[in-house]
């Protein structure tokens, strides 16, 4: 990984609310390959056949290894994988978007903890991403244009616009809460709840409430 780039950006991890309680006590988050499901994870957010993707798919860069053994952020909100849950469209998610918070960090302040960083160029569950260690390639890379357009949907003219909206942010094994700078969630409703979870565990992160992050009507 060259630590040498200037430009940084956010990187942004969406989860269940229900699963912030493990995630604090835990002090870190944690890869899919690691978590512990019995208390860490309460709710799975994912698509499971995404998800067993993921646990084939190998990175060719070191530290090497899965997929799955990497805490994976996003660059943009609304992703298709936020989509899709909101939608139904995962049958063993039915709690829609309400509950999913974004836990937001950012390259540099990950990448200045020393821990193993990558990115691709789309959706790692795609044959067709390729994964990075150079972070000064960010900047041409990742398709920003995609990135911080509102709609990403593919086009006639460009079937793959969809996949470059998921770029990811690829951290090795786990992120430690202290570079969580905020956490943004779509209500006040769950605002309230995240902050009585955070004081419980004696934590102080923002909470913010950002409903551009989400869908409006799905």
């Known amino acids: 990984m060259d ?25 870190c ?15 799975e957010a994912a698509d499971p056949a995404v998800k067993s993707r993921r646990k084939v798919r190998h990175v060719r860069l070191p530290p090497f290894g899965q997929v799955a053994e990497y805490v994976p952020f996003y660059f943009a909100p609304r992703s298709p994988m936020l989509l899709t849950l909101a ?16 836990l937001v960090s950012s390259t540099e302040t990950v990448a200045a903890t020393g821990i193993p960083c990558l990115f691709s160029d789309g959706n790692c569950a795609s044959t067709l991403t390729q994964v990075f260690d150079d972070l000064s ?16 949907a593919n ?8 996949r470059r909206r ?19 969630v ?18 102080e992160i923002p909470v913010r409430v950002r409903p551009g992050w989400y869908y409006e009507d799905v």
């Open 155 to 162: 086009t006639p003219d460009d079937q793959d616009r969809m």
């Open 87 to 102: 939608k139904g469209n995962v049958p063993t998610y039915t709690d829609g978007q309400d509950p999913l918070i974004y």
């Open 137 to 152: 390639l960010l900047d041409s890379v990742v398709d920003w244009d995609v990135m911080y357009a509102r709609m990403w």
């Open 3 to 27: 630590g040498g780039y200037v430009t940084s950006y956010l990187a942004m991890h969406f989860t269940h609310v229900k699963n912030l309680p493990g995630i604090l006590a835990t002090g």
């Open 186 to 203: 779509r209500r006040e409703t769950i605002k309230s709840q995240v902050n009585q979870i955070l004081a419980a565990h004696g934590a």
């Open 166 to 184: 998921m770029a990811e942010f690829l951290v090795h094994k786990r992120v430690p809460v202290t570079c969580i700078s905020e956490i943004v």
């Open 29 to 43: 988050l944690q890869a899919d390959s690691l978590v512990d499901r019995s208390s860490a994870l309460q709710v």
